[in-house]
């Protein structure tokens, strides 16, 4: 147990990066419904195509999640849960940072 005055830093280079993952996701999800639309009906107010669209990306993304999440959990009994909740998030957050800085 750490004590009175301390701050134990155990985990927060994690704490860190799930912050930035989920603050990088939920900026750009938002997002990708305009830039569908604009891509596909340039000009035009509705676009059902880019909303369906959309909704079976998150489907893909959703069903990826789940077949990844019991291959992870089998993966992190090996190479320890902090290393393996850490990279990959690490590495989502890369291509939606760029996202942001593009808008």
Same mark, same amino acid.
């Given at each position: 147990?750490?004590?009175?005055?301390?701050?134990?830093?155990?985990?927060?280079?994690?704490?860190?990066?799930?912050?930035?993952?989920?603050?990088?996701?939920?900026?750009?999800?938002?997002?990708?419904?305009? #830039?569908? @639309?604009?891509?596909?009906?340039?000009?035009? $107010?509705?676009c059902?195509?880019?909303?369906? !669209? +959309?909704?079976?990306?998150?489907?893909?993304?959703?069903?990826?999640?789940? #077949?990844? @999440?019991?291959?992870?959990g089998?993966?992190? $009994?090996?190479?320890?849960?902090?290393?393996? !909740? +850490?990279?990959?998030?690490?590495?989502?957050?890369?291509?939606?940072?760029?996202?942001?800085?593009?808008?």
């Open positions: 147990m750490a004590e009175t005055g301390t701050m134990s830093w155990g985990l927060s280079h994690l704490f860190l990066t799930v912050f930035l993952f989920n603050l990088s996701h939920y900026m750009v999800v938002p997002a990708i419904t305009d #830039v569908c @639309m604009a891509a596909l009906c340039p000009g035009e $107010d509705e059902s195509l880019a909303i369906y !669209l +959309t909704g079976f990306q998150q489907t893909i993304i959703g069903t990826g999640s789940l #077949v990844m @999440m019991p291959l992870i089998k993966l992190s $009994d090996l190479y320890g849960r902090k290393l393996l !909740l +850490t990279f990959p998030l690490i590495f989502a957050i890369f291509p939606t940072g760029k996202c942001i800085i593009y808008f």
